[in-house]
């Protein structure tokens, strides 16, 4: 079975602190995906990963930022976190073209 | 970019009803999918569905890729079918994105 783990289920940090979220996935997949998600407004795109070293911005990056120095693995940063950011942050991971699979989700609120 | 629109939004079902979701998209896509998010916020995979139709148990879906719609059905359901089911969509093998409906929140009742 494909597995997506994200480090930290919950997270409390306060505004204006560095968030790493960190994502990683077990089948060698190119393209990896972080969105976020909040009531009444679905999943949304933050950034995307085509390939190792390769990315590019979703629908709403502002205010994030994402690395991606091996394959395996998918960082998500919040440079200084507001609490406009507290959401459910999602990872996800894919061959090109194919069946996409999520990780469980990282709960964070921003105080 | 694409819109996805889901209906209905929410759906209230007695145990051992059927159900019909449906998912309507604005363009043709190149990839299709189904998600069911449990109480504690997984998405699992139901269906990956371009076109045709695909059966799973109870579940199974059906994609209309020239009228743009997809349906899913659930059958005979159970009060572990409850959550929100979510329908997305890829454009095509060159846009990597999926965008996502709103979703389908479902409850059954014992």
């Known amino acids: 079975d494909v597995k997506v783990t994200q480090s930290s289920r919950y997270l409390v940090k306060r505004t204006g602190e560095k968030v790493f979220l960190e994502c990683v996935q077990d089948m060698d997949h190119e393209n990896m995906f972080w969105y976020r998600q909040d009531p009444g407004l679905g999943l949304r795109l933050i950034y995307f990963s085509y390939d190792v070293k390769m990315k590019e911005k979703g629908d709403i990056p502002e205010g994030y930022s994402v690395s991606r120095e091996k394959k395996e693995r998918f960082s998500l940063i919040l440079e200084s976190a507001s609490t406009n950011q507290t959401s459910m942050y999602l990872c996800?991971?894919?061959?090109?073209?194919?069946?996409?699979?999520f990780g469980e989700g990282s709960w964070l609120t921003v105080v | 970019g694409i819109q996805v629109e889901q209906s209905p939004p929410d759906l209230i079902l007695q145990e051992g009803a059927n159900s019909t979701l449906r998912c309507n998209f604005s363009?043709?896509?190149?990839?299709l999918q189904w998600f069911h998010q449990n109480p504690w916020g997984q998405l699992i995979n139901l269906f990956y569905i371009p076109s045709g139709t695909k059966q799973n148990g109870r579940l199974s879906a059906t994609t209309v890729a020239t009228e743009r719609y997809s349906l899913l059905y659930i059958s005979s359901s159970q009060t572990t079918d409850s959550g929100v089911y979510f329908c997305?969509?890829?454009?095509?093998?060159?846009?990597?994105?999926?965008?996502f409906g709103a979703g389908t929140t479902v409850t059954v009742r014992a």
């Open positions: 996800a991971s894919r061959h090109r073209g194919n069946t996409i699979y």
């Open positions: 997305a969509v890829e454009r095509s093998a060159n846009d990597y994105k999926l965008s």
């Open positions: 363009d043709s896509v190149n990839n």
